[in-house]
């Protein structure tokens, strides 16, 4: 069982960066993509940005989301970062890492391992 701590979240102003970073544990680490979702209040959880298992491939919601974030592992660290540039405030949301064995990494469902999630706030 893959184990997920997020940190990095806070009270941010419109137009901040920040990162976020997912410190994962278990076995066989690198079989596993990471991704991060977010949920706000009333919404559903969102898919925002995964990285295969090597690193090589990365996965994004869409244009919009690849312009401001960035995604990336460090598989010696046992890592994986999400760099947020020009934060919006509807980037606030709760902002949870996953592991999936495998690439379905667009569905939440497809997941096996969930962090608790850090909160990122964007207000001015």
């Known amino acids: 069982q893959v184990q997920l701590v997020e940190s990095g979240g806070g009270l941010v102003q419109p137009g901040d960066s920040l990162r976020l970073s997912c410190a994962a544990s278990?076995?066989?680490?690198?079989?596993?993509?990471l991704g991060w979702f977010r949920q706000s209040p009333g919404k559903a959880r969102e898919f925002v940005a995964a990285?295969?298992?090597?690193?090589?491939?990365?996965?994004y919601r869409d244009d919009s989301v690849k312009g401001r974030f960035t995604i990336s592992r460090d598989n010696a660290k046992n890592t994986a970062t999400l760099e947020i540039n020009s934060l919006k405030p509807e980037d606030t949301a709760v902002y949870y890492c996953?592991?999936?064995?495998?690439?379905?990494?667009?569905?939440?469902?497809?997941?096996?391992?969930w962090g608790q999630g850090t909160q990122v706030t964007v207000s001015s």
């Open positions: 996953a592991a999936e064995l495998g690439t379905k990494v667009y569905w939440d469902f497809e997941y096996d391992s």
């Open positions: 278990g076995p066989a680490l690198s079989s596993y993509s």
């Open positions: 990285v295969a298992g090597n690193g090589g491939l990365t996965y």
